[in-house]
Nanobody, 123 residues
Framework: QVQLVESGGGLVQAGGSLRLSCAASGRTASNYAMAWFRQAPGKDRDFVAT????????VYADSVKGRFTISRDNAKNMVWLQMNSLKPEDTSIYYCAARAWRTSTTPGEYNTWGQGTQVTVSS
């Protein structure tokens, strides 16, 4: 079983940048697809980005395309989400998630989750 711990959240002004980190431990995460989701209070958990276990394939939600970049380093068991040109509507708790092999944009298909990190973007 893989354990995930997110970090890097915080308060930033609109137009600013943050980089979220997700550290994986336990069973090797190198053959896991990884993803970021986010959830605002009272709303569903939404897909943000996913990356294949090789790192060669990425998918982004339309709302973040061109602003966010997901990346990974399997040797370090790390996944990152670089967030640029942040908007107030990006304010959410961001969660890192893992599933074996294939990527997915559906949160219900991920069986391993981190505890989340809060991102707040002020206008």
């Amino acid at each position: 079983q893989v354990q995930l711990v997110e970090s890097g959240g915080g308060l930033v002004q609109a137009g600013g940048s943050l980089r979220l980190s997700c550290a994986a431990s336990g069973r090797t995460a190198s053959n896991y697809a990884m993803a970021w989701f986010r959830q605002a209070p009272g709303k569903d958990r939404d897909f943000v980005a996913t990356i294949s276990w090789t790192g060669g394939s990425t998918v982004y939600a339309d709302s973040v395309k061109g602003r966010f970049t997901i990346s990974r380093d399997n040797a370090k068991n790390m996944v990152w989400l670089q967030m640029n040109s942040l908007k107030p509507e990006d304010t959410s708790i961001y969660y890192c998630a893992a599933r074996a092999w294939r990527t997915s944009t559906t949160p219900g298909e991920y069986n391993t989750w981190g505890q989340g990190t809060q991102v707040t973007v002020s206008s």
